[in-house]
């Protein structure tokens, strides 16, 4: 027999008899090996690069010991952006050793601020991540995760920008100022450094002003209070809030009863005491520059740098609109607040960039250091229909697209214009100027409520906003900066914008501390929509619900706003040069007598505003090549003509029965003119919300002036009444057939149509039907004249109006 075949060299040799057969897994355990390679690498080279950055750190950074011993706090030295000085802050006063402080001062810090302080090793994971799934589910930034030790190497060393890089470096000091000191260290330069408001930096300063006493004599009570601030000076500031800063110290000694810091009899007795602080004196007030000196204050301390040098900081604050600004808020409270029962005004000034040029916090800083265009939230009202309309032009609309002003329920809710009556069929400027609330209504609940909830936030606001309908009129709370910011991005030609007060920080010896970037510019509107929108509110400047806020050298734009029973009443609005906004109301939102946006709010904005632009050649808003300025109510309205359900022809002329004088109610908040009505016309009863409109149009509800023209003019719908009289300036300046096609409204080729001297029989405030046919001539519009009086105006065969 023949014997075995011979091995191939080149293959394995089989194994042997009875042996297990290898298993197929040689390529998991490469995959493993290779991820078991690249862990020990990336380790060593992470170890290799913290001591790398420890070195650094010991040789380019001051000891911290050194900075234990500092005697006296730095001297901030606040500059207006004209170079005069603000403000001073930071006197000196006697650095506080850790041994002399009552144990409870430092229990409550610990308690509030970093319970595991004297377990982990300046970076606590398990905070980090506790304050991650935190912020995870509250959708925003409710928690911090940075221990004291990271806290104290951002305020020696860093800078106050949120980016990642600064991120790792605040983690890697941390690290090494555990390395080179002990946590009595650590813990008594935080207690001498941190800022507790009001300019106070360190535990003795803030003792001294908020309880005139040492901090060596505070008691539990007090301690409690001292470290609560610690969270947020200004809202829990007790010369501010004194209601705020008791609660926050009872929520401190809970904490500290949890942490084993004090015993359930300790926490009983100091609940009972009676706190008393100190009084703010009048004499402190620095002519009305405190609350924006606060605003600068409160973003300066992770800037502070160690030692004993002046620091100077440059703000965009202008001194002399600053100070004229808190006078003209005084005044006007103290004439009229007291008959209508309103106590707070707050209000901000903004340049086209975001630079805060003036600040007023409240009617008195000695009487209430609470910020209330910062830290107060209020709901705006219909001044947040501005992102409402927005939505509607960015989903394709335009100013002189048609809507109905009637009644209807949106999920069991019906808005309603406080007259409780209904206009008809107006364009969406008009439903603008004068705030027509179920028009707004209409549009969110056709566009949808994240989507204007979306604009507003790319705009700038930050405040949660409930999607609900209601969001339409205002009803979510914002803050008076974020609202202004917000216009503020329409007066710089539709430019993202961040409002700052600090434009540079530097020593005395001309080292730069920090210095604000030139951000890039991005274009956050097309161009086309912001022209759009400041038409319309410039309209209700002119014409609107906003008369009393017009200005009669430049171009301005805004919109009021007023909340249910007259709780707040706003007006924000801008120039080419500035934004503004004005907020007036009560603390404890106590309702005021009959206050509307476009009333004192309005009257204060006015007074700033002409004051601001003294000196200011004017110019024309972003995207409107000419603006209509102020017309006095005196000055005779022209009637302006009804839309017909085809908004591209006008199917008759119908003059307005009742000439406007005067300035329009705001709708939501007060009466609003029901033309139907005058004419006899029963109102229409409301209906229930049709369901959502499908990708082709508005109609009926809202009609797209970019449809196409029907060969014969539809008969004016009997709910429908004509548009209301409209002052000439606003007729000429922008041509209405202009946008969308061939669509005609109070213009003709550019030209108004003008009331005649002496109207026409029957008609109080009627047309010359002669005079409009000239002028229609050389147009390619139709005109024919009606038995009872009236035109239509209809168009040409195969001609359309040039755009």
Known sequence: MPGPPPLNPLLPSPPPAGATPPQNGGWRTSVIRRILALTVCGTFATVVGIVGMMVYYTVALPDPLTLRHKERAPVIRILASDGSVLAERGAAHDFMPLDLLPKQVTDAVVATEDRRFYEHWGVDPAGMARAFFANIRAGRFAQGGSTLTQQLAKNLFLTHERTLTRKVEELLLALWLELRLTKSDILELYLNRVYFGGGAYGIEAASQRYFEKSARELTLAESAVIAGLLKAPSKYSPNASPGAARSRGRSVLKKMLAAGSIRAADEKRALAERI??????????????????????????????????????????????????????TRKLAAQGESLATSQAAIVVLDVDGGIRALVGGRSYAESQYNRVVKARRQPGSAFKTFVFLAALESGLTPDTVAYDLPLTIEGWSPRNTSGRYQGAMPLRKALAESVNTVAARLQFDLGARRVADIARRLGIKSELREDPSLSLGTSEVSLLE????????????????????????????????????????QIIAPAHVGAMNDMLNAALVSGTGRRAALTRHPAAGKTGTTTDFRDAVFVGYTAHYAAGVWVGNDNSKPMNKVMGGGLPAEIWREIMVTAHVGKAPLSLPGTARVPLYVPPEEPASPTSALSENPEVLPWLQPSPIPRTAPVAEAHDAPSRDTSQALGEPAPKPQPMPSRISSRGLAPRILNSSRPAAAT?????????????????????????????DFISRAVDGMPLEPSPGGVAGLPHGFDLDAIKQRLKASPVTAQSRPDGMMTLGTKPNSRTQN
Do not use: C, W
Not at 305 to 326: M, S
Not at 487 to 508: C, D, F, K, Q, T
């Open 483 to 522: 609202l202004t910011g917000s216009y503020g991005v329409l007066a710089n030609g539709g430019a993202a914008i961040e409002p700052h007060g600090i434009r540079r920080v530097r020593m005395s010896s001309g080292r730069v501390l920090y210095a604000r970037r030139a951000t890039r510019t991005e």
């Open 713 to 741: 003019p539809s008969p004016l719908p009997a709910a429908v009444a004509p548009l209301p009289a409209t002052p000439k300036s606003a007729a000429t300046a922008y041509p209405q057939h202009q946008i969308g096609a």
């Open 276 to 329: 008393k602080f100190a009084e703010a004196k009048p004499g402190k007030e620095m002519n009305g520059v405190e609350y924006a000196v606060d605003f600068v204050l409160e973003r300066m301390p992770p800037l502070v740098g160690a030692g004993h040098a002046e620091v100077v900081v440059e703000t965009t604050i202008d001194a002399d609109l600053q100070k004229q600004t808190h006078a003209i808020v």
